[in-house]
């Protein structure tokens, strides 16, 4: 079905080669995981599926690829639209029309496609992506995860031979991705569609896919099936890190196959004397006071009566389901989103009166585009920028990139990088300015496990400063990892506030990788169990 013969690529900006003779083929039905670090190359490879890479973005190609048959030389990517659905890592960029119901649409009727048909398809994509209730609603106002589940539906309703999707549940609570991946493999056993997939969230896919494909970074590439390829790569979910801690022969790439081999080992373990989890009080009044605040948009309401008090140094995670009222609540407590009732501050200030530098040292807010705050034409002008405007040392936002996700060419447009790259430089932008109060929205979307725990290291520290961190994330390793209080949100309601170990226990849903095999000891991280192996030796 696809056919990659002596396929290198280089960038005229870039200063190493993105892939270098890279030859494969994928099969009819074959599922296949696109791994590597940040800015490696997995969306460019990706692109080449279908011939955007290099008709639209430019580049030198070498080799040849055939789709079916065809070569992408050959024939423009319009030419492969009937074969080829491709799911973009942002899916606001691929949109062309304002409602669900027209958007899922649009593509077919491109083909001329017979109404009867097209309608059939709408409902069926609808049903199975459970979009049916969001048919009639404006595309701008649905939260990330909705709008990527109307891509990928937009991609499928084509019925394509072939589907490309660049992280494709980057922001979608676990439920929804469960679900959605599920989707993908009955598509792929049961129709025989073929699937290339990328993923940061290997925990999510791995035991889906046939074979990985890892990408260097230096334009190398390993081929191989998933414990072939996780044996010994630098980059593993938890599930693979825990097996190497614990010196197992295999690798499991499941919950249900890691608990049959570490039932022995969790038997001994449940022997340990846990001790009980501290309950940490909260100042009052703290540094932000949401004071039962509403919001609705329309006749949707998006908050209700929500009171919460967050204190100096506190990492708090705010979790839900998709369209549950996160970003809202983030909005609200930057001050962009002016809310219906109550009433919030942040160091005491109303955070809609800010403004200028006083807004910058006192709230940083990264959204879930992070592109909405890069404006430079340089990665270099954005950092220099940035110590101008928060009166510190020059290069010192440009360290704190590099701090993030190394390599990063300061010469590159911030339009060329990855959408990991982009989310660590405004996330330095924001930082270098030191703000009391920083507010994150989906902040691993594009980030690979490496420069996710420079992350977390980097948000430590500012916690330790005094600094309040409010994350609104899916991604539950990241909790586990990071926050030190989590809140759980559904319909606009706080349903649950507590330490992050009691919610993330409490939700089979969204309990992290290590939680699920250990249960039902109370463990959340790999670092966990291995300091509880230590203790009874």
Known sequence: MIAFTGVSLIYPTSTKTILEDLT????????????????????????????????????????????NGISTREVKPGGFAHLVGIVGQNPLNGFVTDIVEEELAFGMETLNIAPDVMRKRVEEVLDLLSLAHLRSRSIATLSGGEQQRVAIGSALVMHPKILVLDEPTSALDPIAAEEVLSIIHRLVHDLGLTVIISEHKLERVIQFADRIIHIKGDGRTLIGTPQEVLKSSDIAPPIIELARALNLPDISLSVRDMRRVTENLRGELSKIEIPPVPRKTHATPGVVIIDKVSHSY?????????????????????????????SSLLRSIAGILKVSRGGITVCEINPFNLQGNDRTKTIGFIPQEPSDLLYGQSVLAECRAADGDNKIMEGETFALLEKLVPGISGQTHPRDLSEGQRLALALSVVLSAKPKVLILDEPTRGLDYAAKNSLIATLREFAATGCTILVATHDVELVAELATRTIFIADGDVVADGPTIDVLLSSPSFAPQVAKIMSPAPWLTVKDVVAAIFTTR
């Open 24 to 67: 494969f083929t994928v099969a009819e039905g074959e599922l296949v995981l696109v791994m590597g670090s940040t800015g490696s190359g997995k969306s460019s490879l990706l692109r080449l599926v279908n011939g955007l890479v290099p008709h639209h973005t430019g580049g030198i190609l070498a080799g040849d690829i055939s789709i």
């Open 298 to 326: 329309g006749a949707t309401p998006a908050l209700r009566e929500i009171s919460l008090t967050m204190s100096a140094g506190e990492i708090v995670a705010i979790m839900g389901r998709n369209g549950a009222g996160k």
